[in-house]
């Protein structure tokens, strides 16, 4: 499985970005997915995640009420529109595919097949 964010730039606190993550193969709408990022000098941490079908959604602390996670199966793609944005959402983001075999939704190994990241970065 290949995936490949996209969507990330620079954008002055309280503006907005969608980044999409795209997935290669046919099963992608099997799998939950989720986002994690990145900071400069930190651990890379949850952001949300989302159940294969897109019923059900989960959330960090720091972005619950102004990020939300989506899918569309059809084209292999998950996305997250951050808004309200601030400065200590600066990071790398990527998106990872949830291991069938995990009953966690917000730890590193609960995730298989790291796409490549998008640098988000917020301006005072």
């Known amino acids: 499985v290949l995936l490949q964010a996209f969507g990330g730039g620079l954008v002055q606190a309280g503006g907005y970005l969608r980044l999409s993550c795209v997935a290669s193969?046919?099963?992608?709408?099997?799998?939950?997915m989720g986002w994690f990022r990145q900071a400069p000098g930190k651990e890379r941490e949850f952001v949300a995640a989302?159940?294969?079908?897109?019923?059900?959604?989960f959330y960090a602390d720091s972005v619950r009420g102004r990020f939300t996670i989506d899918r569309d199966n059809a084209k292999n793609t998950v996305y997250l529109q951050m808004n309200s944005l601030k400065p200590e959402d600066t990071a790398v983001y990527s998106c990872?595919?949830?291991?069938?075999?995990?009953?966690?939704?917000?730890?590193?190994?609960?995730?298989?097949?790291w796409g490549q990241g998008t640098l988000v970065t917020v301006s005072s």
């Open positions: 990872g595919q949830r291991r069938g075999s995990t009953t966690g939704w917000r730890k590193l190994g609960d995730y298989a097949y």
């Open positions: 989302i159940t294969w079908r897109g019923e059900v959604t």
């Open positions: 193969g046919s099963a992608f709408s099997t799998y939950d």
